[in-house]
């Protein structure tokens, strides 16, 4: 008996030790990993048709016969980047690129869906944004995987067994916003719009107007002249407020006192949802155009540019707006009024801008 | 004998390790929270504050029934998220 144990452990060392020289234990590794990518792949495939099954339900409800061509066309768009090697004027070739694509989508929309109101357009454009989204990472990690598995690359499975749980978590965050999108729901990211909606409700309206998507509305507050700039509510939109702040600092021809945004900003871990912060600079988190519009307007007069953000997680950031960012909105608004009473003087003009989603949120 | 009782205790290690390792990594997944999203109506005179279920259509902003106080405009201040368990 203890002949034969002894026998069976050895054995198992012997086994082993061919395993370790010939190679054959990464092998099976190999193998252990595909499987587990596999898993998640088909967790995500799933999500992925689970949500096109929603839109295709939301497009028959607003009366599209056929969903799935306007459906695949929008999954399937994309945007190339401009060339980086020659990076003059490249800010005003990814605005243009930028906005080509948004208007484009908005035009397939609206041949597809003749007669549909704004606001239900807006939550179509960006429903289908959050599928194609996760249709993008499924296609990736799909890429990836066939290609490590045909090429038996350990390295390539590795990094990407070691990045799934991740990815995953990042598609099921794209999953849960995509209810809030199709009812149009405010969102973490819509924190900039609200705080700026609860300043106007303490001030006097003066005049509203529509830029670019973008709602000015000028008000007074104690004495001061607000220039309030926001996305055009409540459907989901993020307007231009770049542009738009550039375009009214050279209309004042530089007479404008003070420069404010306002912006949800994804937190490290550890730190506390809801947390708010000030500093210095353009508070936007656009690929480059809107944020640079608003650095040159306040540079070239001189004018003091200051940021208020509100922390969150990705999660919250783009799914429901949580009670915890809700109530940070409403200290932000206290918090906004004590900037504007330090650092200016009655009669001052202070452009306010609430950067963000602003779906559920009017004005 | 001796040796056997070395692989013996090798081997139950081994298993100890393994079982450990499984355990840990399914401990370490965060449970799935459940939210509810209600919305908060004010009203426009005293203040009074209801909150209730979210309908889809609704947005902030928007003048939904009347105040049970003083009559006066329930406005629809807040759309959030709430964790059920903490209705």
């Not at chain 1, 948004?102 to 289908?128: F, I, Q």
């Not at chain 1, 021809?253 to 506390?272: F, N």
Request: aromatic share 6%.
């Amino acid at each position: 008996m203890n002949g034969d144990f002894s026998l069976i452990v050895q054995i198992l060392w012997i086994v082993m030790f061919i395993l370790i020289i010939t190679g054959l234990n990464q092998k099976i590794q190999l193998k252990l990993w595909i499987f587990e990518i596999k898993v998640k792949l088909n967790a995500i495939h799933s999500l992925l048709e689970e949500d096109k099954v929603k839109v295709r339900n939301m497009l028959r409800n607003l009366g599209v016969k056929a969903p799935e061509a306007p459906l695949s066309r929008v999954l399937e768009f994309f945007t190339i980047e401009p060339v980086e090697i020659e990076p003059t004027d490249i800010i005003k070739r990814m605005d243009h690129l930028l906005r080509t694509a948004e208007s484009s989508v908005r035009r397939m929309l609206e041949s597809a869906l003749p007669g549909l109101g704004r606001y239900e357009r807006s939550l179509v454009e960006s429903s289908l944004s959050v599928v194609a989204a996760i249709n993008v990472i499924y296609k990736v990690v799909k890429h990836y995987l066939l290609l490590g598995e045909k090429e038996n690359n350990f390295i390539l499975i590795m990094q990407l067994q070691y990045l799934m749980p991740q990815i995953l978590r990042t598609v099921q965050i794209y999953h849960e916003a995509l209810d809030a999108f199709m009812q149009g729901r405010p969102i973490g990211d819509g924190a900039g719009p609200l705080v700026v909606y609860n300043l106007l409700e303490k001030s006097t309206i003066r005049s509203r107007k529509v830029m670019d998507d973008t709602s000015i509305i000028e008000a007074v507050y104690r004495g001061r002249r607000l220039i309030i700039v926001k996305a055009e509510g409540p459907g989901s939109n993020v307007g231009h407020p770049g542009a738009v702040i550039d375009k009214i600092v050279d209309e004042l021809k530089g007479g404008v006192d003070l420069i404010v945004t306002i912006d949800a900003a994804l937190k490290l871990e550890g730190e506390e949802s809801g947390f708010i912060a000030e500093g210095v600079g353009a508070a936007i988190g656009d690929p480059g155009p809107e944020k640079i519009a608003i650095e040159r307007a306040a540079s070239r007069y001189n004018i003091p540019l200051r940021a208020l953000v509100i922390k969150m997680d990705l999660k919250e950031a783009i799914t429901t707006m949580r009670k915890v960012i809700f109530e940070a909105c409403e200290r932000a608004v206290l918090y906004l009024e004590k900037i504007i009473e330090e650092t200016t003087p009655n009669n001052a003009t202070i452009i306010v801008a609430g950067i963000g989603n602003t779906m559920g949120i009017p004005g | 004998m001796p040796e056997d009782y070395t692989s013996v205790i090798a081997i139950i290690l081994f298993l100890i390790i393994v079982l450990y390792l499984v355990y840990e990594s399914y401990s370490r997944r965060p449970r799935k929270t459940v939210y509810v999203v209600r919305e908060l109506l004010v009203c426009v005179k005293c203040n009074y504050r209801v909150e209730k279920d979210f309908e889809p259509g609704d947005f902030i902003g928007l003048v939904k029934g009347k105040c049970p106080q003083c009559g006066e405009d329930l406005k629809l201040k807040g759309i959030y998220a709430v964790e059920r368990g903490k209705l």
